[in-house]
Each structure stands twice: as structure tokens, then as C-alpha cells.
Nanobody, 126 residues
Framework: DVQLQASGGGLVQAGGSLRLSCAAS????????IGWFRQAPGKEREGVAC????????YYGDPVKDRSTISIDNAKNVMYLQMNNLKPEDTGVYFC???????????????????WGEGTQVTVSS
């Protein structure tokens, strides 16, 4: 069974950094897309960043694109999101998700989410 385990959230002051991790297991596909979404209270879930496993192509949402780096360790099937210069508006629950059949879709989104991971809370204080 495919499992995604997210970690790395926490409380950080504005201007600080966090590295989120998403450990994926239970699948053998070499061509998949995996990414981060976030949801702030009262807002819809939005795509943050996505990476395609087969070519390493990366995509970012406009609010984070100059402050974030998504990467993947294919040997360990662990995806990382390094976020720098965090802002209070980055506060939310961050979810990782995977599409087992193709890479990233339009921008930082997946064509089809096969599995969502449990969220990890990120809180940025001003």
C-alpha cells in the first residue's frame, strides 16, 4: 500500500527557514510526480511545489517560487521542500501527494492525486 509520511513542520519566526520531508513507500514506479500542497484556515488547498521523478523537472507556485526548493532523493524515495524567508502567509497545513502514473501537471499540481499524506503544520509568526 502506498504511504506518504510528511515531517518537518513547526513554529518559526518570519524570515526563518524550514525543510519539509515526505517519505514515500509501497510503490515501484519510476515515473511519478510528487509535490506539496498547503491549506490555510478558511482557504482552499493550493499547490506549492511539484517535482517529476523521471526528469527532475520542478514547478513552484507563485507565492513561494523565489524562496523554495523542491528536491527528491530517488534512492530513498524521500522528497524535500526547503523553504526560506518564511512569511506569516505561509502558515498552514502542508500535505504531500503523489501521482504514480505521470509527472507533474500544470504548474505545481498533479494530474491525479493517487495518495495524500498526513499534513504537517507550519506556523510562521510575525
Amino acid at each position: 500500500d502506498v504511504q506518504l509520511q510528511a515531517s518537518g513542520g513547526g513554529l518559526v519566526q518570519a524570515g526563518g527557514s524550514l525543510r519539509l520531508s515526505c517519505a514515500a513507500s509501497g510503490f515501484s514506479s519510476d515515473d511519478f510526480g510528487i509535490g506539496w500542497f498547503r491549506q490555510a484556515p478558511g482557504k482552499e488547498r493550493e499547490g506549492v511545489a511539484c517535482i517529476s521523478s523521471i526528469d527532475g523537472a520542478t514547478y513552484y507556485g507563485d507565492p513561494v517560487k523565489d524562496r523554495s526548493t523542491i528536491s527528491i532523493d530517488n534512492a530513498k524515495n524521500v522528497m524535500y521542500l526547503q523553504m526560506n524567508n518564511l512569511k506569516p502567509e505561509d502558515t498552514g497545513v502542508y500535505f504531500c501527494a503523489i501521482d504514480l502514473h505521470r509527472g507533474c501537471g500544470l504548474g505545481p499540481y498533479l494530474y491525479n492525486v493517487y495518495r495524500w499524506g498526513e499534513g504537517t503544520q507550519v506556523t510562521v509568526s510575525s
